[in-house]
């Protein structure tokens, strides 16, 4: 059977027109369940990863800091304005830094403090502010947000179109390859590829908060980032 390339009405229904950040974020402070969730579900990693590097190393205590990060994102989040290229990510490195002080201070003195005095100097010693000109910490806070983009978007595509994608742009083949492997035309191929990415692109633009990437980029982005489970 040839996939003709046209949109599938699960795909449309998953990817309504205006989904954009601003969007995501203004309905979250709306009270809008689904968004919360959303935007909890893609940021989540981040937050743990950054936990990590400030020092809070054992998993109870990275999901309880986790949580206390997102609790505090729910209660403020109302009063959170979206500046330059960033802010919201800045805005989460910063709460989660203060979360990992309170985890220090609450475990100063005990015998069992993760890491004692040598991982309060750590947290010291690090940015007050999530840096973009960081290349090393950038490109792995970017690789977790792939990761994750990639996952939320992966249930809107039909599984054929999810792997044409996959395989043109992950395992580098030629269109005409998989589609003769996927009953599909080259053509099709081109535009399963297409649209996951352009699905990854808004997502992306609402995660890094930048202007819309480059597809080379973008394409090494998802090349970097991700694997398939």
């Given at each position: ?72 994102v729910a209660a403020k989040l109302e009063s959170f304005t979206r500046g330059e290229a960033g802010s919201l990510r800045r805005w989460l490195y910063t709460i989660t830094r203060h979360k990992a002080r309170d985890y220090y201070r609450r475990r100063r003195g005990q015998a069992t403090a993760a890491g004692g005095s040598s991982a309060q100097a750590r947290l010291e010693n690090l ?103």
């Amino acid at each position: 059977m040839t996939d003709s390339g046209n949109q599938s009405d699960r795909e449309r229904a998953a990817n309504p027109a205006g989904a954009t950040s601003t969007t995501l974020v203004d309905l979250a402070k709306a009270g809008d369940a689904a968004a919360w969730q959303r935007l909890e579900f893609l940021y989540a990693p981040l937050v743990r990863w950054w936990c990590g590097r400030h020092g809070v190393c054992k998993p109870q205590d990275v999901e309880d800091v986790t949580q206390e990060v997102f609790a505090t994102v729910a209660a403020k989040l109302e009063s959170f304005t979206r500046g330059e290229a960033g802010s919201l990510r800045r805005w989460l490195y910063t709460i989660t830094r203060h979360k990992a002080r309170d985890y220090y201070r609450r475990r100063r003195g005990q015998a069992t403090a993760a890491g004692g005095s040598s991982a309060q100097a750590r947290l010291e010693n690090l940015p007050a502010a999530a840096d973009s000109s960081s290349t090393s910490e950038d490109a792995s806070e970017r690789a977790i947000l792939v990761r994750r983009a990639l996952e939320l978007i992966r249930p809107e595509f039909q599984p054929r179109t999810w792997d044409a994608a996959w395989q043109v742009v992950v395992d580098g083949r030629l269109p005409a390859e998989v589609g003769a492997g996927l009953g599909m035309t080259a053509g099709a191929v081109h535009t399963a590829k297409s649209r996951v990415l352009g699905r990854l692109r808004e997502v992306l633009t609402e995660l890094l908060e930048e202007g819309p990437n480059d597809p080379v980029a973008l394409d090494q982005r998802a090349q970097s980032g991700s694997k398939e489970e």
